[in-house]
Protein backbone atom coordinates (compact mmCIF):
# COMPACT_ATOMS: atom_id res chain seq x y z
CA UNK A 1 0.00 0.00 0.00
CA UNK A 2 1.16 3.63 -0.97
CA UNK A 3 1.84 6.01 1.45
CA UNK A 4 -1.13 8.33 -0.15
CA UNK A 5 -3.45 4.90 -0.24
CA UNK A 6 -2.72 4.32 3.66
CA UNK A 7 -3.44 8.37 4.06
CA UNK A 8 -7.05 8.02 2.27
CA UNK A 9 -7.71 5.35 4.08
CA UNK A 10 -6.54 6.61 7.23
CA UNK A 11 -8.92 9.81 6.56
CA UNK A 12 -12.02 7.80 5.79
CA UNK A 13 -11.35 5.76 9.27
CA UNK A 14 -11.24 9.18 10.60
CA UNK A 15 -14.17 9.90 9.03
CA UNK A 16 -16.46 6.75 10.18
CA UNK A 17 -14.57 7.47 13.57
CA UNK A 18 -15.99 11.13 13.99
CA UNK A 19 -19.52 10.00 12.89
CA UNK A 20 -19.25 7.24 15.48
CA UNK A 21 -17.53 9.41 17.65
CA UNK A 22 -20.87 12.28 18.23
CA UNK A 23 -23.05 12.06 20.96
CA UNK A 24 -23.05 9.81 23.38
CA UNK A 25 -23.67 6.37 23.86
CA UNK A 26 -25.59 5.02 20.65
CA UNK A 27 -29.53 5.22 20.48
CA UNK A 28 -30.68 0.82 20.43
CA UNK A 29 -32.48 1.63 17.00
CA UNK A 30 -29.26 2.97 16.13
CA UNK A 31 -27.11 0.42 17.12
CA UNK A 32 -29.60 -2.27 14.77
CA UNK A 33 -28.53 -0.44 12.03
CA UNK A 34 -24.55 0.16 12.70
CA UNK A 35 -22.60 -3.11 11.12
CA UNK A 36 -20.48 -5.38 13.36
CA UNK A 37 -17.61 -2.73 11.72
CA UNK A 38 -19.49 0.20 13.50
CA UNK A 39 -20.49 1.85 9.82
CA UNK A 40 -22.82 4.76 11.49
CA UNK A 41 -26.38 5.49 10.17
CA UNK A 42 -25.07 8.95 8.29
CA UNK A 43 -22.54 7.54 6.35
CA UNK A 44 -24.58 5.16 5.11
CA UNK A 45 -27.37 7.12 4.17
CA UNK A 46 -24.80 9.71 2.30
CA UNK A 47 -22.92 6.78 0.77
CA UNK A 48 -26.36 5.42 -0.39
CA UNK A 49 -27.63 8.92 -2.29
CA UNK A 50 -24.09 9.46 -3.51
CA UNK A 51 -23.97 6.38 -5.03
CA UNK A 52 -27.81 6.29 -6.53
CA UNK A 53 -27.11 9.69 -7.64
CA UNK A 54 -24.01 8.02 -9.68
CA UNK A 55 -25.99 4.84 -10.70
CA UNK A 56 -29.04 7.85 -12.06
CA UNK A 57 -26.45 10.03 -13.57
CA UNK A 58 -24.74 7.29 -15.51
CA UNK A 59 -28.15 5.99 -17.04
CA UNK A 60 -29.25 9.31 -18.07
CA UNK A 61 -26.02 9.96 -19.90
CA UNK A 62 -26.26 6.01 -21.38
CA UNK A 63 -29.77 7.11 -22.69
CA UNK A 64 -28.82 10.36 -24.41
CA UNK A 65 -25.96 9.08 -25.94
CA UNK A 66 -27.38 5.59 -27.09
CA UNK A 67 -31.10 6.34 -27.92
CA UNK A 68 -30.84 3.72 -31.46
CA UNK A 69 -30.60 0.54 -28.41
CA UNK A 70 -33.89 1.43 -27.23
CA UNK A 71 -36.11 -1.76 -27.47
CA UNK A 72 -38.72 -2.43 -30.07
CA UNK A 73 -41.85 -1.28 -28.80
CA UNK A 74 -43.11 -3.39 -30.88
CA UNK A 75 -42.13 -6.72 -29.84
CA UNK A 76 -44.82 -8.86 -28.38
CA UNK A 77 -42.98 -12.61 -27.44
CA UNK A 78 -45.64 -15.00 -27.23
CA UNK A 79 -48.31 -14.32 -29.72
CA UNK A 80 -50.83 -17.12 -29.01
CA UNK A 81 -53.66 -15.94 -26.63
CA UNK A 82 -54.61 -19.80 -25.88
CA UNK A 83 -50.96 -20.62 -24.90
CA UNK A 84 -50.77 -17.92 -22.66
CA UNK A 85 -54.02 -18.55 -21.00
CA UNK A 86 -52.88 -21.97 -19.73
CA UNK A 87 -49.79 -20.68 -18.83
CA UNK A 88 -51.17 -18.02 -16.65
CA UNK A 89 -53.32 -21.01 -14.60
CA UNK A 90 -55.65 -19.20 -12.44
CA UNK A 91 -53.97 -15.90 -12.94
CA UNK A 92 -55.43 -15.42 -16.91
CA UNK A 93 -57.90 -12.06 -15.72
CA UNK A 94 -55.08 -10.11 -14.31
CA UNK A 95 -53.33 -11.15 -17.19
CA UNK A 96 -55.56 -10.10 -19.64
CA UNK A 97 -55.99 -6.72 -17.81
CA UNK A 98 -51.90 -6.14 -18.24
CA UNK A 99 -52.72 -7.12 -21.98
CA UNK A 100 -55.34 -4.53 -22.42
CA UNK A 101 -53.34 -1.95 -20.81
CA UNK A 102 -50.59 -2.98 -23.52
CA UNK A 103 -53.48 -2.34 -26.11
CA UNK A 104 -54.31 0.85 -24.66
CA UNK A 105 -50.56 2.31 -24.43
CA UNK A 106 -49.90 1.08 -28.32
CA UNK A 107 -53.05 2.30 -29.80
CA UNK A 108 -52.95 5.98 -27.59
CA UNK A 109 -49.04 5.89 -28.30
CA UNK A 110 -49.02 5.11 -31.56
CA UNK A 111 -52.10 7.89 -32.50
CA UNK A 112 -50.45 10.39 -30.81
CA UNK A 113 -46.61 9.61 -31.88
CA UNK A 114 -45.59 12.34 -34.38
CA UNK A 115 -44.01 10.22 -36.93
CA UNK A 116 -45.87 10.15 -40.64
CA UNK A 117 -45.10 6.20 -40.39
CA UNK A 118 -47.78 5.36 -37.60
CA UNK A 119 -47.99 1.25 -37.20
CA UNK A 120 -50.64 -0.13 -35.32
CA UNK A 121 -49.20 -3.42 -36.08
CA UNK A 122 -49.79 -5.28 -32.68
CA UNK A 123 -53.24 -3.94 -32.06
CA UNK A 124 -55.29 -6.84 -33.52
CA UNK A 125 -52.52 -9.48 -31.66
CA UNK A 126 -52.72 -7.40 -28.45
CA UNK A 127 -56.44 -7.79 -28.42
CA UNK A 128 -56.61 -11.70 -30.00
CA UNK A 129 -54.52 -12.39 -26.74
CA UNK A 130 -56.51 -10.17 -24.19
CA UNK A 131 -59.59 -11.77 -25.16
CA UNK A 132 -57.97 -14.93 -25.17
CA UNK A 133 -56.90 -14.42 -22.04
CA UNK A 134 -60.58 -13.38 -20.29
CA UNK A 135 -63.18 -14.25 -22.92
CA UNK A 136 -65.57 -11.96 -21.16
CA UNK A 137 -63.82 -8.19 -20.94
CA UNK A 138 -66.83 -6.21 -23.37
CA UNK A 139 -64.60 -3.23 -23.17
CA UNK A 140 -61.70 -4.85 -24.96
CA UNK A 141 -64.23 -6.17 -27.53
CA UNK A 142 -66.31 -3.01 -28.28
CA UNK A 143 -63.10 -0.81 -27.98
CA UNK A 144 -60.79 -2.48 -29.61
CA UNK A 145 -63.42 -3.12 -32.47
CA UNK A 146 -63.62 0.96 -32.41
CA UNK A 147 -59.28 1.46 -32.45
CA UNK A 148 -59.23 -1.32 -35.26
CA UNK A 149 -61.53 0.30 -37.60
CA UNK A 150 -60.78 3.54 -37.03
CA UNK A 151 -59.19 4.98 -40.29
CA UNK A 152 -55.76 5.53 -40.73
CA UNK A 153 -53.48 7.50 -39.40
CA UNK A 154 -55.92 7.56 -36.20
CA UNK A 155 -56.00 3.90 -36.21
CA UNK A 156 -55.21 0.75 -38.74
CA UNK A 157 -58.29 1.06 -41.17
CA UNK A 158 -58.93 -2.46 -40.77
CA UNK A 159 -62.58 -2.98 -39.97
CA UNK A 160 -62.40 -5.99 -41.49
CA UNK A 161 -60.30 -6.96 -37.98
CA UNK A 162 -62.78 -5.73 -36.11
CA UNK A 163 -65.78 -7.64 -37.38
CA UNK A 164 -63.65 -10.82 -37.08
CA UNK A 165 -63.00 -9.40 -33.00
CA UNK A 166 -66.35 -8.64 -32.42
CA UNK A 167 -67.09 -12.01 -34.03
CA UNK A 168 -64.77 -13.64 -31.00
CA UNK A 169 -66.76 -11.49 -28.44
CA UNK A 170 -70.12 -13.16 -29.78
CA UNK A 171 -69.40 -16.76 -29.69
CA UNK A 172 -68.07 -15.97 -26.23
CA UNK A 173 -71.06 -14.38 -24.91
CA UNK A 174 -73.82 -15.05 -27.37
CA UNK A 175 -76.58 -13.13 -25.28
CA UNK A 176 -74.29 -9.35 -25.90
CA UNK A 177 -76.50 -7.65 -28.24
CA UNK A 178 -74.15 -4.96 -28.50
CA UNK A 179 -71.39 -6.49 -30.01
CA UNK A 180 -73.80 -7.24 -33.24
CA UNK A 181 -74.97 -3.44 -32.72
CA UNK A 182 -71.12 -2.62 -32.83
CA UNK A 183 -70.84 -4.93 -36.26
CA UNK A 184 -73.70 -3.23 -37.87
CA UNK A 185 -72.19 0.04 -36.75
CA UNK A 186 -69.08 -0.85 -38.49
CA UNK A 187 -70.60 -1.68 -41.44
CA UNK A 188 -72.46 1.17 -41.52
CA UNK A 189 -69.64 4.02 -41.54
CA UNK A 190 -66.81 2.36 -41.93
CA UNK A 191 -67.55 0.12 -44.65
CA UNK A 192 -70.67 2.23 -45.68
CA UNK A 193 -72.60 -0.91 -46.62
CA UNK A 194 -76.14 -0.36 -45.55
CA UNK A 195 -77.71 -3.41 -46.13
CA UNK A 196 -75.16 -5.85 -43.92
CA UNK A 197 -75.24 -2.79 -41.17
CA UNK A 198 -79.51 -3.05 -41.42
CA UNK A 199 -78.79 -6.98 -40.88
CA UNK A 200 -76.92 -6.41 -37.99
CA UNK A 201 -78.67 -4.26 -36.53
CA UNK A 202 -82.15 -6.51 -37.22
CA UNK A 203 -80.08 -9.85 -35.49
CA UNK A 204 -78.82 -7.80 -32.85
CA UNK A 205 -83.02 -6.53 -32.15
CA UNK A 206 -83.57 -10.39 -31.73
CA UNK A 207 -81.52 -10.77 -28.67
CA UNK A 208 -83.65 -11.00 -25.69
CA UNK A 209 -83.48 -7.97 -23.60
CA UNK A 210 -81.73 -5.57 -26.72
CA UNK A 211 -83.16 -2.30 -26.57
CA UNK A 212 -86.24 -1.34 -28.75
CA UNK A 213 -84.48 1.51 -30.55
CA UNK A 214 -82.94 -1.07 -32.84
CA UNK A 215 -85.87 -2.12 -34.72
CA UNK A 216 -86.50 1.33 -35.99
CA UNK A 217 -82.72 1.85 -36.08
CA UNK A 218 -82.86 -1.29 -38.67
CA UNK A 219 -85.80 0.18 -40.85
CA UNK A 220 -84.04 3.36 -41.02
CA UNK A 221 -80.58 2.34 -42.14
CA UNK A 222 -82.30 -0.23 -44.69
CA UNK A 223 -84.66 2.64 -46.13
CA UNK A 224 -81.99 5.94 -46.13
CA UNK A 225 -78.70 4.17 -44.66
CA UNK A 226 -75.81 6.87 -45.23
CA UNK A 227 -77.55 10.07 -44.75
CA UNK A 228 -77.28 12.50 -42.66
CA UNK A 229 -80.85 11.70 -40.73
CA UNK A 230 -80.51 8.19 -40.05
CA UNK A 231 -76.49 8.78 -39.33
CA UNK A 232 -77.35 11.01 -36.39
CA UNK A 233 -80.21 8.66 -35.27
CA UNK A 234 -77.71 6.13 -35.46
CA UNK A 235 -75.33 8.07 -32.95
CA UNK A 236 -77.87 9.55 -30.84
CA UNK A 237 -78.60 6.03 -29.92
CA UNK A 238 -75.02 5.27 -29.09
CA UNK A 239 -74.65 8.05 -27.07
CA UNK A 240 -78.03 7.13 -25.12
CA UNK A 241 -77.06 3.39 -24.66
CA UNK A 242 -72.97 4.17 -23.73
CA UNK A 243 -72.25 2.98 -20.73
CA UNK A 244 -69.24 4.11 -20.90
CA UNK A 245 -67.23 8.08 -20.74
CA UNK A 246 -65.31 7.04 -23.98
CA UNK A 247 -68.14 5.82 -25.45
CA UNK A 248 -69.98 8.73 -24.86
CA UNK A 249 -67.26 11.08 -26.00
CA UNK A 250 -66.86 9.49 -29.29
CA UNK A 251 -70.43 9.61 -29.53
CA UNK A 252 -70.65 13.18 -28.74
CA UNK A 253 -67.73 13.93 -31.07
CA UNK A 254 -69.73 11.98 -34.25
CA UNK A 255 -72.67 14.19 -33.62
CA UNK A 256 -70.77 17.32 -33.52
CA UNK A 257 -69.03 16.85 -36.52
CA UNK A 258 -72.44 16.19 -38.23
CA UNK A 259 -73.58 19.75 -36.94
CA UNK A 260 -70.50 21.14 -38.49
CA UNK A 261 -71.57 19.17 -41.72
CA UNK A 262 -74.90 21.16 -41.37
CA UNK A 263 -73.29 23.94 -41.02
CA UNK A 264 -71.02 23.67 -43.84
CA UNK A 265 -73.84 23.64 -46.07
CA UNK A 266 -75.22 26.54 -44.70
CA UNK A 267 -72.26 28.41 -45.05
CA UNK A 268 -71.64 27.45 -48.52
CA UNK A 269 -75.11 28.57 -49.29
CA UNK A 270 -74.45 31.60 -47.96
CA UNK A 271 -71.23 32.28 -49.84
CA UNK A 272 -73.44 31.55 -52.75
CA UNK A 273 -75.99 33.80 -52.44
CA UNK A 274 -73.28 36.68 -51.79
CA UNK A 275 -71.91 36.02 -55.30
CA UNK A 276 -74.83 36.05 -56.91
CA UNK A 277 -75.87 39.03 -55.86
CA UNK A 278 -72.24 40.86 -55.94
CA UNK A 279 -71.15 39.09 -58.63
CA UNK A 280 -68.01 38.09 -57.25
CA UNK A 281 -66.47 35.88 -54.03
CA UNK A 282 -66.19 37.38 -50.10
CA UNK A 283 -62.68 37.53 -48.82
CA UNK A 284 -63.57 36.67 -45.34
CA UNK A 285 -66.21 36.55 -42.70
CA UNK A 286 -66.43 39.82 -41.78
CA UNK A 287 -67.14 40.88 -45.90
CA UNK A 288 -71.19 38.21 -44.68
CA UNK A 289 -71.46 39.67 -41.39
CA UNK A 290 -71.01 43.65 -42.99
CA UNK A 291 -73.38 42.53 -45.48
CA UNK A 292 -76.00 41.37 -42.83
CA UNK A 293 -75.73 37.82 -43.92
CA UNK A 294 -73.72 36.48 -40.70
CA UNK A 295 -74.24 37.82 -37.77
CA UNK A 296 -70.41 37.22 -35.99
CA UNK A 297 -67.83 35.06 -37.78
CA UNK A 298 -69.06 31.24 -38.09
CA UNK A 299 -67.58 28.72 -35.32
CA UNK A 300 -67.95 24.82 -35.77
CA UNK A 301 -69.53 23.13 -32.30
CA UNK A 302 -65.89 22.67 -30.71
CA UNK A 303 -65.87 26.58 -30.91
CA UNK A 304 -63.10 26.75 -33.73
CA UNK A 305 -64.09 29.36 -36.70
CA UNK A 306 -64.57 27.94 -40.30
CA UNK A 307 -61.83 28.45 -42.48
CA UNK A 308 -63.07 30.37 -45.74
CA UNK A 309 -60.74 30.38 -49.28
CA UNK A 310 -61.23 33.70 -50.43
CA UNK A 311 -60.02 32.21 -53.74
CA UNK A 312 -62.55 29.16 -54.28
CA UNK A 313 -65.46 30.40 -51.72
CA UNK A 314 -65.05 26.95 -50.60
CA UNK A 315 -66.20 26.53 -46.81
CA UNK A 316 -64.14 24.13 -44.62
CA UNK A 317 -63.44 22.74 -40.62
CA UNK A 318 -59.99 24.47 -39.61
CA UNK A 319 -57.44 21.48 -39.20
CA UNK A 320 -56.71 22.35 -36.14
CA UNK A 321 -60.41 21.83 -35.52
CA UNK A 322 -61.14 18.72 -32.42
CA UNK A 323 -63.84 17.73 -35.29
CA UNK A 324 -60.97 17.16 -38.14
CA UNK A 325 -61.46 14.70 -40.35
CA UNK A 326 -65.25 15.12 -41.01
CA UNK A 327 -66.81 11.68 -42.38
CA UNK A 328 -66.10 12.23 -46.34
CA UNK A 329 -69.56 10.28 -47.28
CA UNK A 330 -71.68 12.44 -45.89
CA UNK A 331 -70.40 15.42 -47.15
CA UNK A 332 -72.98 17.44 -49.94
CA UNK A 333 -70.21 18.96 -52.99
CA UNK B 1 -59.19 -31.09 21.12
CA UNK B 2 -58.08 -29.10 23.94
CA UNK B 3 -54.09 -29.98 22.85
CA UNK B 4 -54.85 -29.39 19.81
CA UNK B 5 -56.10 -25.87 19.94
CA UNK B 6 -52.77 -25.32 21.90
CA UNK B 7 -51.01 -26.12 19.01
CA UNK B 8 -52.46 -24.27 16.30
CA UNK B 9 -52.57 -21.04 18.18
CA UNK B 10 -48.64 -21.83 18.83
CA UNK B 11 -48.33 -22.34 14.95
CA UNK B 12 -50.17 -19.07 14.40
CA UNK B 13 -48.54 -16.67 16.65
CA UNK B 14 -44.88 -18.41 15.22
CA UNK B 15 -46.33 -17.49 11.82
CA UNK B 16 -46.75 -13.86 13.63
CA UNK B 17 -43.32 -13.79 15.05
CA UNK B 18 -41.76 -14.91 11.93
CA UNK B 19 -42.62 -11.46 10.50
CA UNK B 20 -43.14 -13.10 6.93
CA UNK B 21 -47.12 -12.92 6.83
CA UNK B 22 -46.86 -9.31 7.62
CA UNK B 23 -44.58 -8.49 4.74
CA UNK B 24 -46.94 -10.24 2.63
CA UNK B 25 -49.98 -8.22 4.09
CA UNK B 26 -47.87 -5.37 3.24
CA UNK B 27 -47.11 -6.10 -0.34
CA UNK B 28 -50.92 -7.00 -0.60
CA UNK B 29 -52.05 -3.51 0.50
CA UNK B 30 -49.19 -2.00 -1.50
CA UNK B 31 -50.25 -4.29 -4.36
CA UNK B 32 -54.38 -2.66 -4.30
CA UNK B 33 -52.64 0.95 -3.68
CA UNK B 34 -50.48 0.51 -7.15
CA UNK B 35 -53.67 -0.78 -8.54
CA UNK B 36 -55.02 2.48 -8.73
CA UNK B 37 -52.98 4.23 -10.13
CA UNK B 38 -52.82 1.44 -12.73
CA UNK B 39 -56.63 2.15 -13.12
CA UNK B 40 -55.79 5.52 -14.11
CA UNK B 41 -54.15 3.75 -17.68
CA UNK B 42 -57.22 1.51 -17.97
CA UNK B 43 -60.24 3.29 -20.15
CA UNK B 44 -62.60 2.72 -17.46
CA UNK B 45 -62.14 -0.54 -16.56
CA UNK B 46 -60.58 0.44 -12.99
CA UNK B 47 -62.78 -1.23 -10.76
CA UNK B 48 -62.64 -4.56 -12.58
CA UNK B 49 -58.90 -4.41 -13.01
CA UNK B 50 -59.14 -3.33 -8.98
CA UNK B 51 -60.91 -6.70 -8.53
CA UNK B 52 -58.66 -8.62 -10.83
CA UNK B 53 -55.42 -7.63 -9.65
CA UNK B 54 -57.04 -8.42 -5.57
CA UNK B 55 -58.33 -11.33 -6.29
CA UNK B 56 -54.90 -12.10 -7.60
CA UNK B 57 -52.69 -10.98 -4.77
CA UNK B 58 -54.98 -12.56 -2.74
CA UNK B 59 -54.39 -15.75 -4.32
CA UNK B 60 -50.59 -15.56 -5.43
CA UNK B 61 -49.85 -14.04 -1.44
CA UNK B 62 -52.00 -16.89 0.18
CA UNK B 63 -50.57 -19.42 -2.07
CA UNK B 64 -46.73 -18.55 -0.72
CA UNK B 65 -47.93 -18.71 2.53
CA UNK B 66 -49.53 -22.21 2.71
CA UNK B 67 -46.34 -23.38 0.80
CA UNK B 68 -43.20 -21.13 2.39
CA UNK B 69 -44.62 -21.84 5.79
CA UNK B 70 -46.55 -25.36 5.07
CA UNK B 71 -43.02 -27.26 4.40
CA UNK B 72 -41.68 -26.32 7.23
CA UNK B 73 -44.53 -26.92 9.69
CA UNK B 74 -43.17 -30.86 10.49
CA UNK B 75 -39.56 -30.69 8.98
CA UNK B 76 -38.62 -27.65 10.73
CA UNK B 77 -39.48 -29.17 13.86
CA UNK B 78 -37.29 -31.95 12.91
CA UNK B 79 -34.60 -30.20 11.78
CA UNK B 80 -34.19 -28.07 14.97
CA UNK B 81 -34.67 -31.05 16.99
CA UNK B 82 -37.51 -29.43 19.16
CA UNK B 83 -39.82 -32.31 18.26
CA UNK B 84 -38.37 -34.44 20.82
CA UNK B 85 -39.18 -31.73 23.45
CA UNK B 86 -43.18 -31.65 22.06
CA UNK B 87 -43.25 -35.38 21.76
CA UNK B 88 -41.82 -35.68 25.17
CA UNK B 89 -45.23 -34.45 26.57
CA UNK B 90 -48.44 -35.98 27.07
CA UNK B 91 -49.33 -35.28 23.15
CA UNK B 92 -49.80 -37.41 20.66
CA UNK B 93 -48.19 -37.64 17.26
CA UNK B 94 -51.81 -37.06 15.76
CA UNK B 95 -52.49 -34.16 17.78
CA UNK B 96 -49.67 -32.26 16.51
CA UNK B 97 -50.36 -33.07 12.64
CA UNK B 98 -53.80 -31.87 13.09
CA UNK B 99 -53.00 -28.62 15.39
CA UNK B 100 -49.64 -27.94 12.79
CA UNK B 101 -52.47 -27.93 10.18
CA UNK B 102 -55.19 -25.90 11.87
CA UNK B 103 -52.13 -23.80 13.17
CA UNK B 104 -51.36 -22.54 9.56
CA UNK B 105 -55.40 -22.59 8.41
CA UNK B 106 -55.86 -19.98 10.83
CA UNK B 107 -52.79 -18.00 9.60
CA UNK B 108 -54.02 -18.50 6.24
CA UNK B 109 -57.95 -16.97 7.17
CA UNK B 110 -56.48 -14.32 9.10
CA UNK B 111 -54.36 -12.99 6.32
CA UNK B 112 -56.97 -13.56 3.44
CA UNK B 113 -59.36 -11.61 5.60
CA UNK B 114 -56.95 -8.80 6.09
CA UNK B 115 -55.92 -8.78 2.43
CA UNK B 116 -59.89 -8.87 1.28
CA UNK B 117 -60.93 -5.41 3.23
CA UNK B 118 -58.14 -3.99 2.22
CA UNK B 119 -59.23 -4.91 -0.87
CA UNK B 120 -62.72 -3.76 -0.16
CA UNK B 121 -61.44 -0.90 1.55
CA UNK B 122 -59.98 0.48 -2.19
CA UNK B 123 -63.42 -0.36 -3.83
CA UNK B 124 -65.60 1.60 -1.45
CA UNK B 125 -63.03 4.40 -2.28
CA UNK B 126 -63.83 4.04 -5.86
CA UNK B 127 -67.57 3.89 -4.68
CA UNK B 128 -67.52 7.12 -3.19
CA UNK B 129 -65.49 9.02 -5.53
CA UNK B 130 -67.15 8.05 -8.85
CA UNK B 131 -69.63 9.78 -10.95
CA UNK B 132 -73.32 8.20 -10.69
CA UNK B 133 -72.85 7.74 -14.65
CA UNK B 134 -69.54 5.80 -14.20
CA UNK B 135 -71.03 3.58 -11.45
CA UNK B 136 -74.04 2.91 -14.41
CA UNK B 137 -70.98 1.53 -16.33
CA UNK B 138 -69.61 -1.26 -14.05
CA UNK B 139 -70.38 -4.92 -14.98
CA UNK B 140 -70.95 -5.29 -11.08
CA UNK B 141 -71.19 -3.09 -8.05
CA UNK B 142 -68.06 -1.70 -6.56
CA UNK B 143 -68.76 -3.19 -3.38
CA UNK B 144 -69.99 -6.45 -4.63
CA UNK B 145 -70.48 -9.38 -1.75
CA UNK B 146 -69.89 -11.78 -4.76
CA UNK B 147 -66.66 -10.88 -3.84
CA UNK B 148 -67.11 -12.62 -0.64
CA UNK B 149 -67.88 -15.57 -2.85
CA UNK B 150 -64.16 -16.09 -4.66
CA UNK B 151 -61.75 -14.98 -2.13
CA UNK B 152 -63.78 -17.91 0.19
CA UNK B 153 -62.91 -20.55 -2.61
CA UNK B 154 -59.32 -18.92 -2.57
CA UNK B 155 -59.20 -19.92 1.10
CA UNK B 156 -60.51 -23.36 0.66
CA UNK B 157 -58.32 -23.94 -1.97
CA UNK B 158 -55.45 -22.47 -0.23
CA UNK B 159 -56.45 -24.86 2.40
CA UNK B 160 -55.83 -27.75 -0.17
CA UNK B 161 -52.29 -26.87 -0.67
CA UNK B 162 -51.70 -26.53 2.71
CA UNK B 163 -52.67 -30.15 3.44
CA UNK B 164 -50.45 -31.27 0.65
CA UNK B 165 -47.07 -29.21 1.88
CA UNK B 166 -48.05 -30.95 5.21
CA UNK B 167 -47.86 -34.28 3.86
CA UNK B 168 -44.30 -33.27 2.20
CA UNK B 169 -43.57 -31.86 4.81
CA UNK B 170 -43.81 -34.97 7.42
CA UNK B 171 -41.44 -36.86 4.82
CA UNK B 172 -39.01 -34.33 2.75
CA UNK B 173 -36.91 -31.87 2.92
CA UNK B 174 -38.58 -28.24 2.76
CA UNK B 175 -36.80 -27.22 -0.65
CA UNK B 176 -38.35 -30.73 -2.07
CA UNK B 177 -41.40 -30.28 -0.39
CA UNK B 178 -42.05 -26.55 -1.61
CA UNK B 179 -41.17 -28.02 -5.30
CA UNK B 180 -43.28 -30.93 -5.07
CA UNK B 181 -46.43 -28.34 -3.54
CA UNK B 182 -45.96 -26.06 -6.14
CA UNK B 183 -46.03 -28.61 -8.93
CA UNK B 184 -49.12 -29.87 -7.86
CA UNK B 185 -50.55 -26.36 -7.83
CA UNK B 186 -49.18 -25.94 -11.36
CA UNK B 187 -50.47 -30.07 -12.13
CA UNK B 188 -54.10 -28.83 -10.42
CA UNK B 189 -54.74 -26.08 -13.00
CA UNK B 190 -53.91 -28.14 -15.75
CA UNK B 191 -55.51 -31.74 -14.66
CA UNK B 192 -58.61 -30.35 -17.52
CA UNK B 193 -56.12 -31.65 -20.03
CA UNK B 194 -55.58 -34.87 -18.47
CA UNK B 195 -59.41 -35.82 -18.91
CA UNK B 196 -59.18 -34.88 -22.66
CA UNK B 197 -55.78 -37.13 -23.54
CA UNK B 198 -57.35 -39.99 -25.18
CA UNK B 199 -58.37 -36.93 -27.62
CA UNK B 200 -54.49 -36.31 -28.66
CA UNK B 201 -52.99 -40.01 -27.81
CA UNK B 202 -53.52 -43.30 -29.88
CA UNK B 203 -52.41 -45.80 -26.56
CA UNK B 204 -55.67 -46.63 -24.57
CA UNK B 205 -53.59 -47.55 -21.77
CA UNK B 206 -51.62 -43.74 -21.53
CA UNK B 207 -55.42 -42.36 -22.08
CA UNK B 208 -56.74 -44.46 -19.18
CA UNK B 209 -53.54 -43.89 -16.96
CA UNK B 210 -54.26 -40.18 -18.06
CA UNK B 211 -58.13 -40.19 -17.05
CA UNK B 212 -57.06 -41.86 -13.57
CA UNK B 213 -54.83 -39.15 -12.68
CA UNK B 214 -57.31 -36.77 -13.54
CA UNK B 215 -59.68 -38.41 -10.70
CA UNK B 216 -56.94 -38.45 -8.04
CA UNK B 217 -54.75 -35.35 -8.68
CA UNK B 218 -56.13 -32.59 -6.89
CA UNK B 219 -58.17 -30.25 -9.42
CA UNK B 220 -57.84 -26.53 -8.17
CA UNK B 221 -59.88 -24.90 -11.21
CA UNK B 222 -62.98 -25.86 -9.22
CA UNK B 223 -62.00 -22.96 -6.97
CA UNK B 224 -61.59 -20.78 -9.48
CA UNK B 225 -64.66 -18.21 -10.19
CA UNK B 226 -62.78 -14.84 -9.82
CA UNK B 227 -63.50 -14.00 -13.85
CA UNK B 228 -67.19 -14.75 -13.18
CA UNK B 229 -67.38 -12.74 -10.05
CA UNK B 230 -65.70 -10.24 -11.61
CA UNK B 231 -67.66 -10.13 -14.50
CA UNK B 232 -71.04 -10.52 -12.69
CA UNK B 233 -71.76 -14.12 -13.38
CA UNK B 234 -74.13 -15.71 -11.22
CA UNK B 235 -72.13 -18.43 -9.41
CA UNK B 236 -74.24 -21.48 -8.73
CA UNK B 237 -74.75 -22.84 -4.89
CA UNK B 238 -74.35 -26.16 -5.93
CA UNK B 239 -71.11 -25.13 -7.59
CA UNK B 240 -69.73 -23.75 -4.20
CA UNK B 241 -71.08 -26.39 -1.94
CA UNK B 242 -69.76 -29.36 -4.37
CA UNK B 243 -66.18 -27.13 -4.36
CA UNK B 244 -66.34 -26.87 -0.54
CA UNK B 245 -66.93 -30.49 -0.41
CA UNK B 246 -64.26 -31.90 -2.33
CA UNK B 247 -61.61 -29.70 -0.46
CA UNK B 248 -63.07 -30.94 2.56
CA UNK B 249 -62.77 -34.20 1.28
CA UNK B 250 -59.62 -34.37 -0.35
CA UNK B 251 -58.25 -32.44 2.61
CA UNK B 252 -59.20 -35.12 4.83
CA UNK B 253 -57.33 -37.62 2.72
CA UNK B 254 -54.45 -35.39 2.56
CA UNK B 255 -54.29 -34.87 6.58
CA UNK B 256 -55.07 -38.53 7.60
CA UNK B 257 -52.09 -39.18 5.18
CA UNK B 258 -49.61 -37.17 7.16
CA UNK B 259 -50.99 -38.90 10.07
CA UNK B 260 -50.28 -41.65 9.24
CA UNK B 261 -46.74 -41.05 8.05
CA UNK B 262 -45.43 -39.09 10.86
CA UNK B 263 -47.56 -41.61 13.22
CA UNK B 264 -44.60 -44.53 11.70
CA UNK B 265 -41.38 -42.19 11.71
CA UNK B 266 -38.62 -42.87 13.46
CA UNK B 267 -37.02 -39.64 14.80
CA UNK B 268 -33.61 -41.42 16.29
Known sequence: MTAGSKGAVQSWGSAFASARGSGGPPKPWRRRLAGPEGFSLKTFVFSVILLMGAIIGLQIARERQTNSIEPDERLLYVRSGPLLEKVSLSYDAVMADVYWIRTLQHYGGTRLSKKTDKRYDLLYPLLDITTSLDPKFAIAYRFGAIFLAEGYPDGPGRPDQAIELLKKGMRAQPQKWQYLHDAGFIYYWWLEDFRSAAEWFDRASRVPGSPWWLKPLTATTMAQGGDRASSRLLWQQMLEAADNDWLRQNATLRLAQLIALDHLDQLSALVARYKSSTGHLPSSWEILVGARLLSQAPIDPAGVPYHLDPATGAVELAEKSPLHPLPAHLRRH | ?268
Open chain 2, 1 to 268: MRVVREIALHVFKESVRDRVPYTLVFFAVLLMATSYLLGQLTAGQEVKIIKDLGLAATSLIGLFIAIFIGIGLVSKEVERRSIYNLLSKPVSRRQVVLGKYLGLVLTLLVNISVMVAALYGVLAYFWFVSDPSVKAGWETPALDPALMVASGLIFVELALITALALVFSTFSSPLLSAALTFGLFIVGHFNADLKRFDQIVASRPVAYLARALYYLLPNLTLFDVKAEVVHGYHVPATAVVSAVGYAAAYIAVLVATSVFIFERRDFK
